[in-house]
């Protein structure tokens, strides 16, 4: 259970920071060091790592969590299909570009001719033209000619290839599923011990979505990583099976064009926001920090580039998992975003950026709250919310002042640390709008966003804690 919170513990930026844990990071005093330098939600990487692992890092959460008082959310994220070559008989061979090259389902240890492909859907669905990537996309090769069990391929671009390197297939739809029977142990092992949110790989087609939300069944938000070009083809449709996206631009960059990604990111965030999905940009964003105690000036611009463009939060991966810096990458990523926030012109933007509110009372009255907290110059708006939905809804209006997400729910308050400018509390449900108004008003000043004399917008839902009712607004004064 969630102790007292912290009365002071807030952060100074609307975009959130979730980061990685690994053996760098694993330990209660540095995962403790990671959320007070600015990491709002943890994510498990189950590529790595064993059940025991993961079980006891989800322990130190919840007691880090219990002792600061704050919601802290955690993102399990299941690997999905790994599609990779056999083995070599010297374990590596040299590739030359022009040559021609076998894929194959013979199991025998490979050579510079030819190699195990183990993935008789590959070879299935590979037409001639088909182009495939190999070693994160290092390698090239382009199918000349389909057989049942073989693959006849020209080497475009050559190079060294060692066992189990990866095969990216861009071109294509794989009738692979996006969950693996490793995945659906690793879920039900996070669903079972309480994770918030399941990263999703691999996915391709919206029923890769619907599938894991119905195994879910409402435990934990479905976060689907937007890695395939085929996902972005049925970005509307998977989108609104999704709870949030992630903008995935590892994979996303092996098998789209460099010169491609920037734009799949802005269109991604864009079409999130306009449906109220908490989006998160991920991948390399402060990548030599793994070794290095500072960033790079360009990866400082990649962070800012994703906080103008409205993610809900940014990710660290290795920088924190496996890097010899965790805290400090943390640490910087919370001032990039802090001072970008700061920048005159990022308020300009993120205006500007404001998708118009969908035709619902609920949308209505979160413009609303919106705009009069713009006017009146109010300090916070208070969004008590049983589901999330309302605190959803004002978060996507991007206001100029804090939104306070209040909810009786510790499962609500931790999927709330996912999203842009929403600090989260647990409070026992209010069974009226006088008494709703009275408690915000106590909270806001606890917690420091208002001071007597100051005001605050208050938006809620009546019947009192019947999800998807935000229909009701006041403005109440601090006394």
Known sequence: ????????????????????????????????????????????????????????????????????????????????????????GGGRVHLQTGQEFRLDLNPTPGNSR?????????????????????????????VTHTRDDHL??????????????GVNVPDIVLPIPALTAKDRADLAFALDHGAD?????????????????????????IMTKLEKPQALDNLDAILALSDAVMVARGDLGVELPPEEVPLAQKRIIS??????????????MLESMINAPA????????????????????????ETAAGQYPFEAVNIMDRIVARVERDPGWRAITEAARPAPEHSSADAIAAAARGVAHTIGAKAIAAFTSSGSTALRVARERPDCPVLGLTPDVATARR????????????????????????????????????????????????????????????????
Do not use: Y
Not at 7 to 24: C, E, N, V
Not at 46 to 51: A, L, N
């Open 114 to 142: 030819r190699v195990e492909l183990p993935h008789p859907e590959i070879i299935a669905a590979a037409r001639i033209g088909t182009m495939l990537l190999l070693d994160d996309g290092k390698l090239r090769l382009r």
């Open 1 to 88: 259970m969630i102790s007292q919170p912290h009365p002071h513990l807030r952060r100074r930026r609307r975009t959130k920071i979730i980061a990685t844990i690994g053996p760098a990071s694993s330990t209660p005093e540095i995962l403790a060091r990671l959320f007070q330098a600015g990491a709002d939600v943890f994510r498990l990487n189950f590529s790595h790592g064993t059940h025991e692992d993961h079980a006891a890092r989800i322990q130190a959460i919840r007691a880090l969590e219990a002792e600061f008082g704050r919601p802290i959310g955690i993102l399990a994220d299941v690997q999905g299909p790994k599609l990779r070559v056999g083995r070599f």
């Open 271 to 284: 079409a999130a926001r306009a449906l109220g999905r908490p989006v998160v940009v991920a991948t390399q």
């Open 416 to 479: 709330m640390a996912f999203t842009w400018g929403v600090h989260a509390l647990i409070t026992p449900l209010t069974h009226s709008m006088t008494e709703t108004v009275s408690r915000a008003v106590r909270l806001v000043q606890q917690e420091g966003f208002a001071r007597p004399g100051e005001e605050i917008v208050v938006v809620a839902g009546i019947p009192f804690g019947k999800p998807g009712t935000t229909n009701a607004l006041r403005v109440a004064s601090v006394k």
């Open 197 to 221: 949110c399941i990263g999703l790989s691999f996915v391709q087609r919206p029923e890769d979505v619907a599938e894991a939300r119905e195994i879910a069944a409402g435990r934990a938000w």
């Open 152 to 165: 006849e391929t020209e080497i475009v671009v050559g190079g060294p290839l060692s066992d189990r390197k």
């Open 295 to 318: 960033p790079t000036r360009a990866e400082a611009s990649d962070v800012a580039t994703a906080v103008f463009e409205g993610a809900d939060a940014v990710m660290l991966s290795a």
